[in-house]
């Protein structure tokens, strides 16, 4: 499962970016968070899941470290 660290979370719209140890950005919606999105802070350390979606790929299954 590869980790990264939240890079941005626009709160009032539901969703952020993570940037991976690779430095690649991952963009993740508020449903795709294990638990609450209300508890992630920016620069946090998360895992996630590559998941397709129709713009290209994005986070998945989003879990707070």
């Known amino acids: ?19 991976d140890d690779g430095g690649q950005e991952w ?3 508020r449903s795709s968070v294990q638990g609450s999105f209300d508890n992630l802070n920016e620069g946090q350390r998360v895992s996630f899941e590559e998941e397709p ?13």
């Open 1 to 19: 499962m590869p980790g990264g660290t939240i890079k941005r979370l626009v709160r009032d719209r539901g969703f952020g970016f993570i940037r």
């Open 27 to 29: 963009f993740f919606h």
């Open 53 to 65: 979606s129709a713009k290209g790929p994005r986070a998945g299954n989003v879990r707070g470290e």
